[in-house]
């Protein structure tokens, strides 16, 4: 198997859906001739011509709302919002059309499409360029929400999100598309340079949605995490050697809490991670169910280990982040309550 980033894993996904399929149509901003500011899309408009693979305005509302007149038509759209920032436009057409379609019609309609939006910070991009909006959408009945962290992940959901039947909100982690993100203070190189390339398969295979993994066990305390966090909360294990084991979600709307069930009553230390700011994020949705659920195995508080509540910022970038250090120190906190 080739050796892939996630920006060529993407990239596969695409190319094998568009080939087995002649309704997978893919759109953005510079999607097509451009092949997208980040190249996931790079030469598919060749391969497979206007029709398929196409420009958009630059209209964030028209794009979702496209995806939803073709999906209900019996096409199946990939749309490319350019950054996770700009989604908010479109979050009439994707809440209270693209969610609802299924339901309002009584299954007559569906709107089986992804929308896929470079997601999340670490790459200097301020205040425009860094939001982790995910959220806004598990929030919405209906709508799924995926976040991969490696390239086989990616590529897995990717055709697995198309192939549902269903709208799925696809946030990817921008920090780690072409592998380590390098020049940044207490980046964890090594660590990620072991999970941000890797070998995958270049024909159609699925990741299942809904489903976490245990990427490291442990017997300390239960690290919850997703995207670019991942790679940082298994640097800072490593570099703390603090015995933690830690659950990629990969998809967050469902998510598995069968599997972070069986790890907390194991641990019964938690952390959950997040990129975005603090008050009512994923992390507090995920503690408020381990709470309920795993209650009387818990040993310590569950800590939430999030960004704060300002803007994204430029000139502190690392100050907001959750770092290696930011997460060691909080393992450190639990395992010791």
Not at 119 to 136: L, N, V, Y
Not at 153 to 178: C, H, M, Q, T, W
Not at 280 to 300: K, R, V
């Amino acid at each position: 198997m080739p050796a892939m980033n996630i920006i060529q894993a993407l990239n596969s996904a695409m190319d094998v859906l568009l080939e087995r399929d002649p309704d997978v149509v893919i759109f953005g901003e510079d999607a097509g001739y451009f092949g997208g500011v980040f190249k996931a899309t790079d030469k598919l408009q060749d391969k497979y011509g206007l029709d398929r693979v196409f420009d958009t305005p630059i209209n964030e509302a028209a794009i979702a709302g496209m995806a939803v007149g073709m999906a209900a038509k019996g096409l199946k759209p990939i749309a490319e919002i350019q950054f996770a920032d700009y989604i908010f436009p479109a979050i009439d057409q994707i809440v209270s059309e693209m969610s609802r379609i299924r339901y309002r019609s009584a299954g007559q309609f569906t709107a089986g499409c992804v929308v896929r939006a470079p997601w999340g910070g670490g790459i200097r991009g301020g205040q425009t360029h860094s939001m982790s909006p995910e959220a806004f959408f598990t929030h919405v009945p209906g709508l799924q929400v995926v976040v991969p962290s490696n390239p086989y992940d990616a590529k897995g959901l990717l055709i697995a999100a198309l192939e549902s039947g269903d709208p799925v909100i696809f946030f990817e982690p921008k920090r780690i598309y072409n592998g380590p993100f390098d020049g940044v203070p207490d980046t964890p190189l090594k660590s990620w340079a072991k999970h941000a390339k890797g070998e995958v398969p270049e024909g159609h295979y699925t990741v299942e949605l809904g489903k976490a993994e245990v990427v490291r066990e442990g017997e300390a305390c239960t690290v919850l995490a997703y995207g670019t966090l991942v790679h940082v909360a298994q640097a800072a294990a490593e570099a703390s050697g603090i015995d933690a084991e830690i659950i990629d979600l990969k998809t967050l709307a469902p998510y598995d809490i069968e599997t972070i069930a069986q790890s907390v009553n194991k641990t019964g230390r938690v952390v959950v991670a997040q990129e975005a700011p603090r008050t009512s994020g994923f992390a507090a949705e995920l503690a408020a169910q381990i709470q309920e659920e795993c209650f009387y195995a818990l040993e310590a508080p569950i800590f939430r280990l999030t960004g704060w509540d300002i803007p994204y910022p430029h000139a502190h970038e690392w100050a907001y982040f959750p770092t290696r250090d930011r997460f060691a120190r909080a393992m450190k906190t639990v395992t010791e309550a």
